[in-house]
């Protein structure tokens, strides 16, 4: 049987090359994802409820970023909450906020100090966030 975190591999891997190659990512795609996520969690009940936990606690900070201008844009949130929705424990969620912040940030210095972009032309962020799921997924931090 197909495990989520390995369709979610699959499909985050989509919407990095979307976003990477479009810098947009259409929002019912990734409303769908989250969409899913969420019931497949709430159908396995034993981890659905830490799971929608981590969820929640993925959005705040994911809105904190986005309001610090770490992140771009709506779809980052989703992708962020998606991911956090797939977290198994308190340390693994710890593990994706500082992932999320050391690969955010060696994403944006790569971009402006090396690559030479301006502070007004948009990155495509959903790659680094790509990153961190699958580091999260190889180490056995999702569920």
């Known amino acids: 049987m197909i495990d989520l975190s390995l369709i979610l591999l699959f499909l985050l891997g989509v919407v990095a090359v979307i976003d990477w190659k479009f810098k947009k990512v259409p929002s019912v795609f990734l409303t769908g994802i989250l969409f ?3 019931m497949v969690h709430f159908w396995r009940f034993e981890i659905g409820l830490i799971s929608f936990a981590f969820g929640v606690l993925a ?3 994911a809105w904190f970023l986005y309001e610090a201008d770490f992140i ?3 779809a980052d949130i989703k992708v962020i ?3 956090g929705l797939m977290i198994i424990n308190i340390q693994m969620f710890f593990a994706l906020i500082l992932m999320i912040v050391l690969f955010g940030m060696a994403y944006k210095m ?3 100090y090396i ?3 301006k502070e007004d032309q948009e990155i495509a962020f959903i790659l680094p966030l790509y990153a961190v799921y699958v580091a ?3 180490i ?3 569920a």
């Open 110 to 112: 790569t971009f402006r």
């Open 115 to 117: 690559l030479k972009y």
């Open 36 to 38: 899913a996520s969420l």
């Open 59 to 61: 959005f705040v900070f």
């Open 72 to 74: 771009g844009g709506i």
């Open 81 to 83: 909450t998606i991911i």
């Open 136 to 138: 999260l997924f190889f």
């Open 140 to 142: 056995g931090g999702v």
